[in-house]
């Protein structure tokens, strides 16, 4: 088996193994409760806290774009991907496999395709990482300056063609997401209150 196919075979498992942890929490809760889960007080701050987590993503994209060829924020990069996995569980647990409504299943399954497209965003991200270095030291070792070399990895990024198709489900479904989860939030609170 080669290494990507292991590394795929387990961000598969762990993200199985996520869904079925925030459904079974979420059933074991609403057991204890008597109702679901996800209409309790206590469910309802779960759902909140998710969506405040996931609410974190937005900062990388907006760190990014702050300025042209400013350094990339690799911290804000990592919590975009740790707040990316958390706040969709804690958003599971509040939904639970309780699929009674069509707009919070719909944004349940737009966020799904969020974080698939998210995950395997990541993993060409890696891969270009891994690329530009090898190109940076073909082109050092060529004698070229190190600001002749900064400037041809960036035209070299900026044109990448696998990140721009990655990027052509992966913004659209954010947009969608946070449409849903708003109109979501919004009938919540206006057909059932806090």
Do not use: N
Not at 15 to 37: C, K, N
Not at 146 to 161: F, T
């Amino acid at each position: 088996m080669t290494t990507l196919t292991e590394r795929f075979l387990t961000v598969l498992g762990l993200m199985v193994m996520a869904v079925v942890s925030g459904l079974a929490v979420e059933v074991w809760l609403g057991l204890r409760s008597g109702e679901p889960f996800g209409h309790t007080q206590a469910g309802h701050l779960v759902g909140w806290a998710g969506f405040a987590v996931t609410l974190l993503v937005f900062v990388y994209p907006y760190q990014k774009r702050r300025g042209p060829k400013t350094a990339w924020p690799k911290g804000w990069f990592w919590v975009h991907q740790v707040a990316g996995v958390i706040g969709p569980v804690l958003i599971l647990v509040h939904a639970g496999p309780h699929f009674h409504a069509l707009v919070p299943l719909l944004a349940l399954l737009a966020m799904a395709v969020v974080v698939v497209s998210g995950v395997v965003g990541v993993a060409a991200h890696r891969k270009a990482v891994r690329l530009l270095r090898e190109e940076r030291g073909q082109l050092l070792g060529q004698g070229l300056s190190a600001e002749a070399v900064e400037d041809r990895l960036y035209e070299l990024a900026a044109g990448e063609e696998a990140f721009r198709v990655w990027q052509i489900i992966h913004t659209p479904m954010v947009a969608v997401f946070v449409v849903l989860a708003t109109a979501h939030v919004a009938g919540a609170l206006y057909f059932g209150g806090w």
